[in-house]
């Protein structure tokens, strides 16, 4: 790569070779931090998003290589672009497997609080990414998932929408389910959804009792 300029380039273009750019910041740390540089701060979306591209990717093999731009990332949580909190809460839950110092504890508050958050689909990318959080943070485990299961008694979106939402809470009850220890509030929440009005609620549901419970 000649210059910055010409990464930009290369990295704006719709079909930038992600894969590419994700290996070569494994073994690259000034271009690590340059990626990571145009992610945080670049205004042009094909860039900043490609970049997260780039690093979700490495982060997920790699994510050791990652954790020193831990506060980098948490500093996206309340960005006004609810692009960069996605790509807080996905980066942020990566990191959790290498959180040697616990630095996810004092964030513990606002990370959940996007479960509630202002973009519907930022709400989902929170809870889809709980999965990797429940793995890694075993001592959260229980207080995580009372946060799933009261969900809609803090939420402000329509009923509709709750009822999506608890379609990936199924999913993410479904990837811990094994570890649980008491599965008793768990096994009545899913089974409540039997009756949801949302479909891709209810075969989550289905799928999970006809898994774990029958």
């Not at 750019?21 to 494994?26: Q, W």
Request: charged share 30%.
């Amino acid at each position: 790569m000649n210059s910055k300029n010409d990464l930009i380039l290369e990295i704006s273009r719709k079909k930038a070779d992600i894969n590419k750019f994700a290996k070569k910041i494994v073994d690259d740390p000034e271009l690590r931090d340059e990626i990571v540089n145009l992610m945080l701060n670049h205004p042009q979306i094909m860039v900043y998003y490609h970049s997260y591209y780039i690093i979700s990717r490495a982060s997920k093999s790699h994510p050791h290589l990652f954790y020193k731009y831990w506060d980098d990332f948490r500093s996206l949580l309340n960005h006004e672009n609810s692009y960069h909190r996605d790509f807080a809460l996905f980066l942020l839950a990566n990191l959790t497997r290498v959180d040697r110092e616990d630095k996810f504890y004092p964030i513990f508050e606002d990370y959940f609080s996007h479960i509630h958050d202002q973009k519907f689909s930022t709400a989902q990318k929170c809870i889809k990414n709980t999965s990797i959080i429940l793995e890694n943070k075993e001592k959260l485990r229980e207080k995580i998932i009372n946060i799933l299961l009261y969900m809609d008694k803090k939420s402000n979106f329509p009923e509709k929408q709750k009822a999506l939402l608890k379609a990936e809470i199924i999913q993410v009850f479904s990837h811990i389910y094994p570890h649980l220890k008491d599965k008793k509030q768990v096994n009545d929440f899913v089974k409540a959804q039997l009756n949801s009005r949302s479909p891709k609620t209810r075969k989550n549901a289905k799928e999970f009792v006809e898994k774990y419970l029958l």
